[in-house]
């Protein structure tokens, strides 16, 4: 699971919209927004833009979803963060504030899809872990999700 807020976000949202999320894809309430991910060992790619005004139409094909939300970033900084490993990166917004937040994703599903059939494939395999491990990065990365973020006005 990734998470993107402020500071305190995470402790201010609502636990309900990490139970929406493993329904709708993706969720949020005015706090934070929640990503499920398709594995818990393949890393996510995850790109993020910082606009003045909404961002141009999405001339990058390939995304299969699009969500669209408002947050607060009253500290003025997005945190994202991996789970239980800790904060993956911070980034300063110009300023303090409510946001619209656009977010497209890929491949979601299908590397969900193929980490299950990978660790099936160690488990009746007798794989060790160093095998699995090596086997499933090869999936790192595919799994994509580009934010847009600009003031709400």
């Known amino acids: 699971m990734l998470s993107v807020h402020d500071g305190g976000g995470h402790v201010r949202g609502g636990r309900d919209v990490i139970a929406r999320s493993t329904v709708e894809g993706v969720a949020a309430d005015e706090h934070w927004i929640v990503f499920p991910c398709a594995s818990e ?3 996510v790619g995850f790109d993020i833009q910082v606009w003045d005004g909404p961002p141009p139409p ?4 390939g995304f299969e979803h699009e ?3 408002t947050v607060a970033f009253p500290e003025g900084q997005l945190t994202v963060l991996q ?6 990166t911070q980034v300063e917004l110009p300023s303090p504030g409510r946001w619209r937040v656009r ?3 890929r491949n979601h ?5 193929e980490a299950a059939r ?10 060790d872990l160093d095998r699995e491990g090596e086997v499933l990065a090869r999936l790192d990365g595919k799994e994509r999700y580009a934010l847009d973020l600009w003031p709400a006005l």
């Open 41 to 43: 060992t393949v890393k």
């Open 58 to 61: 999405d001339a990058e094909q």
């Open 67 to 69: 969500y669209l939300f």
């Open 83 to 88: 789970g239980t490993e800790g904060p993956a």
């Open 103 to 105: 977010v497209r994703s």
């Open 109 to 113: 599903h299908a590397v969900m899809r």
């Open 118 to 127: 990978i660790e099936q494939q160690a488990c009746d395999e007798d794989w």
